[in-house]
């Protein structure tokens, strides 16, 4: 009987402590516990030190390196709001020379506090964590910048020095990719050696942010590897959670939520809403998209991370172990772009994770365009396409005719690497990682230009109202020009005439009472067609719209004298008849 009573106290006992566990696991950080993790947890201490702990030794743990300078009531741009100069005559002009120099508002930038406030961004739940301070992984934070403005650059280390408690922070790593300006020589040396924690180094020769970030992660001592733009503003408490979960998960790479502040007026913009998550289209374009509904279904709690299949690039941190484990970059890779999905991809089929962090928001200027070049971001999507992704390759070069033919160097170690690691196909990848992108078939004759039979050298055309937004603009007629974009086109066998380089996808439909072809959103995977974007091409190059049982044709509009695809009743006619071209 004894025995008996034993093992039942035994059992409450424990069900109490996994209880307990559980439990102390949701106030600390809220996040996502598989059975693996909560094996890990089981051989940790428990948490009573915390219990104990009171509020004065709590707030000296979250001390950061630097304390903000007092507020001073009438300085610019405080709390991220916005700065309206107003200018007139010289200064204005002053404040336009600095734009076409940076794409950066930089006579307001220098305006504005190096040290400047930011308001509270993140979902107030956030603020109710508690963190073991003891128990986080030191970061080395690393910032490569080339030709960056004065001020923008300085307010991004200051703002990591003011927000990053002192005992989280290892180092702040500047490397200078072998930038022209002046004020980055000498005067920056000066500046940032009077910081604490802060190192500058300098590339040899231009590397290219690849490059530039690695020579930086070589130096670095911490434990977990940051990476940040140099035109960053960091939000309170954005260090905390993401350490958190590298603590919790080794393999886990986590993003901060990158919110915007604007370039011309320097507002600080972003809310404490579900933040948005990264993707691709085929045209290896990295897109922003909503939370998909099975990602929510997965979440524990709202401030739990959310997986992500792809990143931005810019904002993220890693283990310095897991990230040498996963091969670091590829060093092949020039100047800007790929990068981010080639480390994406790489992460997810080498079985890592990738994740935003909801409670963690740092600001990022995103300037008017580009400050420099761009031109090698296609060689570099091309390795990520070449070493990653298998056959789905051949879907991005048919939207890219030009990508086949851009000398990409030698990708061979990158294979090496992949194989070592084992890493899951592409397939694997967009199957369970992105199920919402949708897969273009591709059936051969059935993508490329649109061309008209009739009507000499005049294809499908559609001109999207903006980058992100496909629908609501008419299809024309224009001269074949055999570069893709605009003139791209897919035959789906569900009858959809889509125009997928880019997300979200458009597909060809007919306006009520209208002969016109205009762009509506697809359907999502999985859902059906509507009648309306049903279109039967016929063997003899017959467009038959579904829902009108008219055939589309192709007419100069009587008013502007442009030629644009129309319904009409089907006739035998040779502007009747289209067929695609994948190249001119
Ligand atoms: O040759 C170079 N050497 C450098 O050191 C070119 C750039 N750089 C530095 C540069 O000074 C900056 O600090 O590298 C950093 C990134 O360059 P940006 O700021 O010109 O890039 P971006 O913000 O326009 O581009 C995004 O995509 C890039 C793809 O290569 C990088 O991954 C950027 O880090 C990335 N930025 C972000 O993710 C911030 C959010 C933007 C979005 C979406
Ligand atoms: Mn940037």
Not at 18 to 25: M, N, P, R
Not at 153 to 171: A, K, M
Not at 506 to 523: E, K
Not at 548 to 565: D, H, I, S, Y
Request: with cysteine; aromatic share 10%.
């Amino acid at each position: 009987r004894r025995r008996k009573s034993f093992l039942f106290l035994a059992t409450i006992a424990c069900i109490l402590y996994f209880g307990f566990l559980l439990l102390s696991k949701d106030v600390e950080g809220g996040s996502s516990h598989n059975s693996k993790e909560l094996k890990v947890e089981k051989h940790e201490v428990p948490r009573e030190e915390f219990v104990n702990e009171n509020e004065l030794d709590y707030e000296q743990l979250k001390k950061p390196v630097y304390e903000r300078p007092p507020l001073d009531p009438s300085a610019l741009g405080e709390f991220g709001k916005a700065v309206h100069l107003n200018l007139e005559g010289e200064e204005k002009k002053l404040e336009e020379e600095s734009i076409n120099k940076h794409q950066i508002n930089t006579y307001l930038s220098d305006k504005i506090s190096l040290h400047r406030r930011l308001e509270e961004r993140w979902n107030p739940m956030c603020g109710d964590i508690k963190f073991n301070y003891h128990r986080l992984p030191k970061t080395s934070v690393i910032i490569a910048f080339y030709n960056e403005a004065w001020s923008t650059l300085l307010r991004t280390v200051h703002s990591v020095l003011e927000t990053s408690p002192d005992i989280l922070l290892e180092e702040v790593i500047l490397v200078d990719d072998y930038s022209e300006k002046e004020h980055l020589k000498q005067p920056l040396q000066e500046y940032v050696s009077k910081l604490r924690k802060v190192r500058l180094i300098r590339a040899n020769k231009r590397e290219g942010l690849v490059r530039a970030r690695l020579l930086g992660a070589s130096q670095a001592r911490g434990e977990v590897l940051t990476f940040l733009d140099c035109h960053c503003e960091c939000h309170n408490g954005w260090l905390e959670p993401i350490l958190e979960r590298i603590r919790e998960e080794e393999t886990a790479v986590v993003c901060p939520v990158i919110d915007v502040i604007d370039w011309h007026t320097f507002e600080y913009l972003g809310n404490s809403g579900i933040p948005q998550i990264g993707g691709f289209d085929w045209r290896l374009v990295f897109t922003w998209h909503v939370v998909p509904e099975r990602e929510q279904k997965r979440r524990r709690s709202s401030i739990d991370v959310i997986r992500s299949p792809t990143m931005a690039g810019g904002l993220f941190s890693v283990s310095k172990k897991y990230f040498e484990y996963l091969g670091s970059y590829d060093t092949g890779m020039e100047v800007w772009g790929g990068e981010n999905l080639e480390f994406s991809f790489r992460i997810w089929q080498c079985g890592g994770t990738l994740e935003v962090h909801p409670c963690s928001h740092v600001g990022h200027v995103f300037p008017r365009q580009a400050p420099y070049s761009r031109s090698k971001a296609l060689a570099n999507s091309v390795r990520a396409a070449e070493v990653w992704m298998d056959e789905y390759k051949e879907l991005y070069y048919h939207r890219n005719p030009h990508a086949r033919l851009e000398p990409y160097g030698d990708v061979t170690e990158r294979r090496q690497l992949r194989e070592k690691l084992q890493c899951k196909p592409f397939k694997w990848f967009l199957e369970n990682i992105y199920p919402e992108l949708h897969v273009p078939e591709d059936m051969s004759g059935y993508f490329g230009m649109l061309k008209n039979k009739g009507m000499a050298n005049h294809c499908f055309d559609y001109n999207p109202p903006s980058e992100n937004e496909v629908t609501g603009q008419k299809i024309i007629l224009y001269p074949c020009h055999g570069m893709g974009q605009n003139q791209f086109f897919e035959y789906t066998s569900y009858n959809e005439i889509r125009y997928n380089t880019r997300q979200p996808e458009g597909c060809a439909a007919v306006d009520q009472d209208s002969d016109h072809l205009t762009m509506y959103l697809c359907r999502e995977n999985g859902q059906e067609v509507p009648e309306n974007q049903q279109f039967i091409f016929k063997e003899d190059g017959t467009l038959l719209h579904q829902r009108t049982q008219k055939c589309v044709q192709a007419e100069r509009n009587a008013q502007t004298g442009n030629p644009e695809p129309v319904l009409r009743p089907c006739l035998d006619i040779d502007l009747q008849k289209w067929f695609f071209q994948e190249r001119s």
